[in-house]
């Protein structure tokens, strides 16, 4: 098992070479990723803040800086592991980058299988019994990490570590425990709406509302 060798050097870094949780919150606020208003999430949940990271796509410079941000965690933490698989879709660039970034092969999870040529869910080159780390974007639930890691599962690979850019603190890190899948993220929920309310975008009553809100079972 090859352990993860990236290049942690950054434009977009701190003087350790790292980013900061607050320079990925600027650059996400000024690519317009978060949206007070309702919406409704894949789970059901009607949420009162909608955080869009598909928009980072169109930035080659955020979506690396939002793919360092993982990577330098991956290596601070020496986490140990074969292939990178992104959940699909919307993470589906970022993993490209933390493969690219610490040199260890990616795969492809499909949301579905095709019903021609291989008919493969998992795309890619794997040898059994090697260790995937999952990518995520934004995690709410953690559900489509959980299918993510049964569909690999079933190919005899093994999944213990999952990251992702946003936790929105809505009881993933211990859903996925009970799936024996660790999680971890670069910026929470806290986060975001502390740094709104540094715009001026919410106020802390608002903030509180909306942490109860989300606090709520669903
Ligand atoms: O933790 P969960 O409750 O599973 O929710 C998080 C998932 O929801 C979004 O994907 P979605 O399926 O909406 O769309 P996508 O195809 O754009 O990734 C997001 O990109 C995560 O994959």
Not at 21 to 35: N, P, T, V
Not at 142 to 162: C, F, M, P, Q, Y
Not at 172 to 180: E, G, P, R, S, V
Request: charged share 25%.
């Amino acid at each position: 098992m090859a352990a993860c060798n990236g290049d942690s050097s950054s434009q977009n870094a701190n003087n350790n070479g790292n980013v900061t949780e607050s320079q990925l919150f600027d650059e996400l606020y000024d690519m317009q990723c978060f949206r007070i208003g309702e919406f409704y999430l894949k789970s059901g949940q009607m949420t009162p803040i909608y955080i869009d990271l598909r928009r980072i796509m169109s930035s080659p410079k955020v979506l690396r800086m939002a793919a360092q941000a993982m990577c330098e965690k991956v290596l601070a933490l020496q986490l140990k592991f074969d292939y990178v698989v992104g959940v699909p879709y919307a993470a589906l660039p970022l993993a490209t980058l933390v493969s690219d970034i610490l040199q260890i092969p990616m795969l492809m999870k499909r949301k579905e299988a095709k019903s021609y040529g291989t008919k493969q869910l998992i795309e890619g080159v794997w040898s059994e019994g090697g260790t995937v780390l999952l990518v995520e974007d934004v995690v709410t639930t953690g559900e489509s990490i959980r299918e993510t890691a049964e569909a690999i599962r079933k190919e005899n690979l093994l999944v213990t570590d999952s990251i992702a850019v946003l936790d929105r603190q809505q009881g993933a890190t211990d859903n996925l425990k009970i799936d024996q899948i660790n999680f971890l993220s670069f910026l929470t929920m806290e986060k975001i709406l502390d740094g709104l309310i540094g715009k001026n975008v919410i106020t802390e009553q608002r903030k509180h509302e909306i942490i109860e809100h989300l606090a709520k079972p669903f």
